[in-house]
């Protein structure tokens, strides 16, 4: 009798010693997670590029010759933030914003498209403010304060919701005064039921001593269609650096990007041809060794850099999404 009493206080802290554990585990798991969101999306590692010296990169003169006009204005193009105007401006009115989401909810006409979606999304979120102890700026209320997140939530799919609940959410967004859509760009994909977009963000943050900050993210915005409407399924965020294009910057000029990577490394380019562009976009086309054309399309960010977003091949009239395995390409 007395061994089996001790046999099941035994087993009984073993299994008490597991459910700790376990709980444990769980509980650092989700504040790992929850360290990882950042304006309701995933935040990403800014990616370390290959240093190389100009002299060694067998680029072609009319490459270096931007790079090299581009690293002469150094501070106006590295060094200063976006002129573009915010694209996110539906409810600068508090009247209107009340009247449209009465009780708290989204009308259906915002999210019958994509870019509504996004658009309408973003807008909500451009008053909201969730500045904290930690991170303060500005004086008394900022915008419409943390009324706009739970109707910036209900833009999110069940299945968002699902890995990021409210309160996640809302966490993410601490120290955040201000959100501009400065740039929104279609990521062509295959799939007709998913859309994707890359995005700009400029975001006013408050600081520890008070003072507000401009800071810019790149993103990437993934839609899904439900029941006719458009749902957030995804996003994710990335910082943008004001140092690595301006001292380390041949990753992040799409003209020697393109010759260095698809030319010079896996030997894809017959002829490169100049860039059409414009404020948002810089286009690449090339004619390839094999008789095809490919397009190279990069947004331009506000931190003087350009980011490929979509590479592309022509069928006939259009232009289709392919991906280029470099090292096979090079073997």
Known sequence: MRNRTKRIIVISLF???????????????????????IFGGLINEISNNKDINLADASLSRQAISIINESMANLNETFFRPSKLEALNNNFMDFRIFSQTFTNGTVPSSLMDSPQNTAINYFSVLQQAANLTENKTGGCGTIGYAQTPYPIAYAFLSESYKKSMPYDEYLTSFEGIGHINLIKMIPIIIQDTDKYKYFIELEILEGTSIGVTTFNYYTGELDLIKVNGLYYIEFLSLTPEDFFCAAYHGWAHNAESYVETVYGNW???IMKQYSPQQDDYKKN???????????????AKLSNGTDLLINTLIKNDDS??????????QSS
């Open 284 to 298: 690449i086309i090339v004619d390839g060794v094999d008789n095809k054309k490919y397009m190279f399309e990069f």
């Open 15 to 37: 299994l008490l010693t597991c459910a700790i554990g376990a709980i444990c585990i769980r509980v650092r798991n989700q504040e790992e997670l929850s360290k990882n969101y």
């Open 266 to 268: 896996c030997g894809l």
């Open 319 to 328: 232009w289709i999404p392919v991906k280029i395995d470099v090292d096979q």
